[in-house]
């Protein structure tokens, strides 16, 4: 039954090198599409994905959801996303990325389309968790491909570039959804961001390749002459891993790896604080409108496109320290939520701004806790190395939207509204401290050797 499908998305076979010529011409050409499709597909699956968040009061006032059901739908979107993206992750390692990651946008796409063409909560959770699954094939692909295509020393630099791809969805998904909401109703909100999925599955398919070895070019290391100390004496090794080898040789017996997948459980809950509640939490604690709510994400997303470029580069600077660089990024965080709890409403223009810092700080760590997944695993087991640090962060962001959703729906009976967000936001703050302790752990952490 499921010969057919394992064979459609079987990695590239190899193909016969090209003379040095064409490779000198054609390898730098390769590598910018390469960047290319990958940083505009999953710019692309971000538009798909964060839309619910930036609208959830309008669908609460349209269906009669309260927090604590959209909450509902916000956690189990994460947590099928994060489970998704491992289980997706060692798959990928195994596939064709090109075949794979449109596939899994074309999904995506029909997963939104029928969100918006139901009023159901049983069947938009059934949908919701769909597509987090679904969405798990999208960042594992692309770690593929980063790491057959760009060298260690490069890594760095050319995954910050590349992680911007977040920021630039994300804060798109906010806009798009918030004004087809506007000029339209909900429901639109998740027609046009699948009408844009189904065009970037097309280009993905049009574009995208796998190994350089399937077009008839040399493996990276041996075109940079970039190759690690065990490579010099054992070689690289360019066939596909047992499941044995990535699952347990990979990942179960990596201590770093698990150092840093706690670590992103904690981050990612301090990301998606602002995320999928920010919007709300502005429109009913700060006198934010629509249209202000959609713009806080693009604030927030944004703002971390720069941190994330300078971060990257710098994080190659002092030899791959990932965790060290992503510790330092938090504690500015920890200053500008504090700022936000204790900012009255009619100061709107602090609040964007302190959600500047929190997206400006908080994306360097996401993506170098990600990278720490391609410096300590083999790059036959990116993906899925990726994929178990990610779903911690995901199992975070769900414990974020259920815990949320529950505190305000909770609290604000027995203390009122303004000490139930009080209460929600210290224990974001509590979260970032945390991360930082764990993150201490991780300080002279390199690339291994």
Not at 45 to 56: D, E
Request: with cysteine; aromatic share 14%.
């Amino acid at each position: 039954m499921f010969g057919p499908i394992r064979r459609f998305f079987a990695p590239a076979p190899f193909v016969e090198r090209l003379p040095e010529e064409q490779v000198r011409r054609l390898y730098p050409l390769h590598r910018l599409n390469v960047l290319t499709a990958t940083y505009l597909g999953y710019a692309t699956f971000y538009i798909v994905r964060n839309n619910l968040s930036a609208i959830a009061p309008d669908v609460e006032g349209a269906l009669h959801y309260d927090h604590s059901m959209v909450g509902s739908i916000l956690a189990i979107s994460a947590l099928s996303y994060g489970v998704g993206k491992f289980l997706m992750g060692s798959l990928s390692d195994r596939s064709d990325p090109r075949k794979f990651m449109a596939c899994g946008l074309l999904l995506t796409a029909l997963c939104n389309f029928a969100f918006g063409s139901v009023a159901s909560y049983p069947v938009h959770l059934l949908l919701w968790a769909l597509n987090g699954a679904i969405q798990g094939m999208g960042w594992p692909p692309c770690g593929r491909c980063i790491g057959h295509w760009f060298c260690v020393r490069e890594r760095g630099t050319v995954f910050s570039i590349w992680n911007t791809a977040t920021n630039v969805g994300g804060g798109l998904a906010g806009v798009i959804a918030t004004q087809a909401t506007k000029y339209c109703d909900w429901q639109c909100a998740f027609y046009f961001p699948a009408a844009i999925a189904l065009v970037g599955a097309a280009y993905l398919f049009w574009r995208l390749r796998d190994t350089p070895q399937s077009v008839g070019l040399p493996s990276i290391e041996e075109y940079k002459n970039d190759y690690t100390e065990l490579e010099k004496v054992h070689g690289t090794r360019e066939t596909e891993l047992s499941t044995r080898e990535l699952f347990v040789d990979n990942i179960l017996k990596n201590k770093y790896i698990w150092l840093f997948a706690a670590a992103n459980f904690f981050v990612y809950i301090v990301r998606y604080s602002m995320l999928d509640w920010g919007p709300t939490y502005l429109r009913e604690m700060k006198g934010a409108n629509l249209e202000s709510g959609g713009f806080a994400i693009l604030v927030l997303e944004w703002g971390g496109i720069p941190s994330t470029l300078l971060m990257g580069w710098w994080s190659d600077k002092v030899g791959g320290r990932r965790g060290m660089v992503s510790l330092l990024c938090l504690l500015p965080i920890l200053v500008a939520m504090t700022v936000m709890l204790f900012t009255p409403a009619g100061y709107l223009w602090l609040d964007f701004c302190m959600l500047a810092t929190i997206g400006f700080f908080i994306y360097p760590p996401v993506m170098l806790l990600a990278l720490a997944a391609l410096d300590l695993t083999s790059k036959k087991a990116v993906g899925t190395a990726a994929g178990f640090i990610g779903m911690f962060g995901y199992l975070g962001r769900t414990t974020l939207s259920q815990g949320i959703g529950w505190i305000v729906d909770y609290y604000k009976d027995l203390y009122g509204l303004a000490t139930a967000w009080n209460i929600a936001i210290g224990s974001v703050i509590v979260s970032t401290f945390i991360a930082i302790v764990l993150l201490a752990f991780t300080w002279h952490i390199r690339p291994r050797a």
